[in-house]
């Protein structure tokens, strides 16, 4: 009895399996040769040879295992083996092996499995398709890294000795005596979305609704962003993260004084970066990599909190209807209502800005870590924190349309109840994060799409110039 002509149908072999522009060989031809009897002789060489361990031996594990997990991790290894050459030099192969043998007992295909499942699971779970996904990119040449460089780090007002516009000495007053005041009018008819007049209520949007539609896009998104958003060996998609149990109202989110704080930090970066509010963090020289602009910044905000009982509440009732997602591996927040009718659309129009926003709040979530970490060395962190997100955002999103007008069955979970027909408001197709957005827009003109996504999900940021 072989490992695969008697124990499991073997699929159609050899083949090629595409992981967007690079290629897994499938041909399992030799592993026919192995019967019982040679089973431990095959998984001791195997994990040496990939290991490069000569003494190392693993049968005295792999033979504790069900005859199942035994015939997965038998395959697993040799599918890997079949393909290791395509793989940087520097791969750590005793890591991938590792993550074989574990997954193993918590596999969710077999071989032979519909849509070419199990070799999907074993070359992404092991970190193959990351690392030849990420390799098939070329490194930057150096002047684009510093074309790129204007961008993360844009010039100030300021002019230097030779006539170049240059990042001077930071302008409080500007942040003190322009942008707060800016930024108070935009709370201000932010709010209004969530005040009802008064002897009425906000109309619910139940959460158990959104929880469905929140497991179709998670679904959508490893499909639509392939081979991106589901090869991070260590994401979420492995980590057995699922959207609807992570989805929470908005309503159970603190929103005492240090999260009003945060949350209006994040909106002062949004309005001062934006054109259509005078650019004024460029204005004020602010540069988010020095830690005095930081401090100056956040010194008015907290004054301006301090100092204003109507902003702290109208802050305090954003951070309760606004979409949030948690870091690491925490929730992500959804609205459970309408807005009142100072939202300009109805509700199929609010419905597909929360879908909007659902796929926003995921993929923060889906955003390699290496990726967020960057926002802190750059003069216009935005760009990384919301800039790379709703560009992305956008991308999905425009398909998901296209799916509703095709789909009924997508319609009925997207839109349950809901005027389908209603196209969502054209703005909901735009680039959003004002200043940040259109970087992060630029810098995938520069580049590709390919570069951006390789960055983003994982972690790849030498190939976004950072």
């Known amino acids: 009895m072989s490992l695969t002509n008697d124990v499991l149908p073997s699929p159609a072999e050899p083949r090629k399996v595409a992981f967007g522009t690079v290629e897994a060989t499938v041909d399992y031809t030799e592993l026919r040769k192995v019967t019982p009897d040679k089973q431990p002789a095959y998984f001791d060489a195997i994990y040496r040879l990939l290991t490069k361990d000569q003494a190392a031996e693993v049968w005295s594990q792999v033979s504790t295992f069900k005859d199942d997990d035994r015939t997965w991790l038998a395959h697993a290894l040799y599918l890997y083996a079949k393909n290791q050459a395509a793989l940087p030099v520097a791969h750590d192969h ?33 970190g193959w398709v990351s690392a030849v996904v990420v390799a098939a990119n070329l490194p930057l040449p150096l002047e684009m890294v510093t074309k790129l460089g204007l961008v993360y780090n844009p010039p100030g007002v ?38 009802p007049v008064k002897g009425t209520h906000l109309e619910p949007e139940p959460i158990d609704r959104i929880r469905k539609l929140a497991d179709f896009v998670q679904n959508y998104v490893a499909l639509r962003v392939r081979p991106y958003a589901d090869a991070w060996e260590d994401g979420p998609y492995f980590d057995g993260f699922r959207y609807s149990d992570r989805l929470q109202s908005t309503w ?136 790379f997100v709703d560009l992305l955002t956008v991308d999905i999103y425009a398909k998901l349309w296209d799916e509703v007008q095709r789909s009924p069955s997508a319609a009925s979970i997207l839109l349950g109840g809901i005027d389908a027909t209603t196209p969502p408001n054209r703005s909901f197709f735009e680039v959003g994060y004002g200043k940040a957005g259109e970087s992060a827009a630029t810098i995938r003109g520069l580049l590709s799409d390919d570069h951006v996504r390789a960055a983003f999900f994982l972690g790849a940021t030498h190939l976004i110039g950072l």
């Open 252 to 387: 159970v989110l603190p929103a005492g004084p240090d999260k009003q704080f945060g949350y209006l930090l994040n909106r002062a970066q949004r309005v001062g970066w934006d054109r259509a509010h005078g650019e004024l963090l460029t204005k004020a020289n602010y540069d988010g990599s020095r830690p005095g602009d930081q401090e100056a910044l956040g010194g008015l905000i907290k004054e301006a909190l301090r100092a204003d009982e109507v902003l702290a509440k109208e802050v305090f009732i954003l951070i309760k209807h606004t979409g949030a997602h948690t870091g690491g591996v925490g929730n992500i927040s959804i609205q459970p209502v309408f807005p009142t009718d100072q939202w300009n659309g109805g509700k199929a129009d609010w419905r597909w800005r929360m879908i909007r926003t659902l796929v926003h709040e995921l993929l923060h979530r889906l955003a390699h870590p290496a990726f967020t970490a960057k926002a802190e060395g750059i003069r216009h962190g935005q760009i990384i924190r919301e800039g």
């Open 158 to 195: 300021d002019i230097d000795e030779s006539g170049r516009p240059k990042v001077g000495p930071l302008k409080a007053a500007v942040l003190r005596d322009e942008l707060i005041p800016t930024l108070r009018k935009v709370i201000d008819g932010q709010a209004a979305f969530w005040v």
């Open 94 to 126: 005793q890591n991938s092996v590792a993550r074989l043998v574990d997954r193993a007992s918590t596999h969710t295909a077999m071989p032979g499995a519909q849509g070419d499942a199990f070799e999907r699971e074993v070359l992404r779970v092991c």
